[in-house]
């Protein structure tokens, strides 16, 4: 007899349990805050999951880089600690080098045109390249494109670049690109930026105007310049632990809320970049709006030569062809 009640009390409490799994919490990681286009991409997630999974699904957002930075946080989601995350590329291709492909400079020519590459198979192909990574490309959300904040000169030709201590992403060619306009680059990961930028640890920095906007960045940045020099992607991505344990139903509601965060940092940085750039003057910034781009380009010229051979040559070449 008592062989039966204990059978039946693990039997319940399994059932228990699978109920309990039922109601299932992931995370969701970025580093902006909750009110930018990165955010707005993880409440369109979020939102999409809740309503596929009739709530037995709750996608927790992390927003302002509660989870680490975003080197940290793609760590995570190789061993497990971090579900999901929505990523620029900067730290990606130190994992994924496919993914350096999409860093080079003045590479893309517009949003359009990103969005048409990213979109299409250029894109798919980098996604999958994720998963030997252990990670799951789920979609192609935005950044945008990046340009530079200082607290020292107004930058209007390259050789205002020189000596300027600048932080960058974690991406060697980024790193590059600064060094060969004759900047000192510094890479770090964003969650120490603000404070390195309060403290005069470094000069300035690089990042779209919607993330200039987020955090407020008059308040430690005196000068910004238009030079548009990377498109930004930001990744959604999800840990192959946990995609591993979503069944085909699943899979395919995580990937259609993907492409809603996608859909909804596009519409937010379309909707709110020259209004950002408005704010950045109302609040005392000097904006140069525009460069000798080709100046820039030429300037930058060695990135290319020093790593396209390294970096997956042919999807640079496939992605500049895509857009003739
Ligand atoms: O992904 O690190 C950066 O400059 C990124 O643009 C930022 O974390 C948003």
Redesign the pocket.
């Given at each position: 007899m008592k062989k039966i009640a204990l059978l039946t009390t693990l039997l319940a409490g399994a059932t228990l349990g699978t109920d309990a799994l039922a109601q299932r919490t992931m995370n969701l990681a970025?580093?902006?805050p909750l009110d930018s286009h990165?955010g707005d991409a993880g409440r369109a997630f979020a939102d999409r999951i809740d309503s596929l999974s009739d709530g037995e699904i709750n996608i927790a957002l992390k927003p302002s880089g509660a989870l680490g930075g975003?080197r940290d946080v793609i760590e995570g989601m190789q061993i497990g600690t971090v579900e999901l995350a929505i990523?620029?590329t900067?730290p990606i291709g130190n994992f994924v080098p496919e993914v350096y492909a999409l860093d080079f400079p003045f590479l893309f020519k517009s949003y359009d045109s990103a969005h048409e590459v990213l979109d299409g198979e250029i894109g798919q192909d980098i996604l999958d390249a994720l998963q030997p990574a252990g990670l799951i490309g789920l979609a192609w959300a935005e950044?945008g494109f990046r340009h530079v904040t200082n607290s020292t000169r107004s930058i209007e030709n390259p050789e205002d670049f020189k000596g300027l201590k600048l932080r960058t992403?974690e991406n060697e060619v980024h790193i590059a690109a600064f060094q060969a306009l004759g900047a000192a680059p510094t890479p770090m990961?964003?969650t120490e930026?603000l404070t390195s930028l309060q403290q005069g640890t470094i000069d300035g920095?690089e990042?779209?105007v919607p993330?200039i906007t987020a955090n407020s960045m008059w308040e430690m940045q005196d000068y910004a310049t238009l030079t548009s020099h990377a498109y930004?992607p930001?990744a959604v991505v999800m840990s192959e632990i946990y995609w591993d344990q979503l069944s085909e139903k699943e899979k395919g509601w995580f990937r259609e809320a993907a492409k809603a965060a996608a859909e909804a940092s596009r519409e937010t940085v379309a909707n709110n970049e020259q209004a950002g750039i408005e704010r950045m003057r109302k609040n005392g910034m000097t904006v140069v709006e525009s460069i000798d781009q080709q100046a820039f380009e030429r300037a930058v010229q060695p990135v290319y030569d020093q790593y396209a051979e390294r970096y997956a040559p042919e999807l640079i070449e496939r992605i500049r062809a895509a857009q003739q």
């Open positions: 970025f580093t902006p990165y975003e990523s620029s900067g950044n992403m990961s964003w930026v920095q990042n779209p993330i930004s930001a």
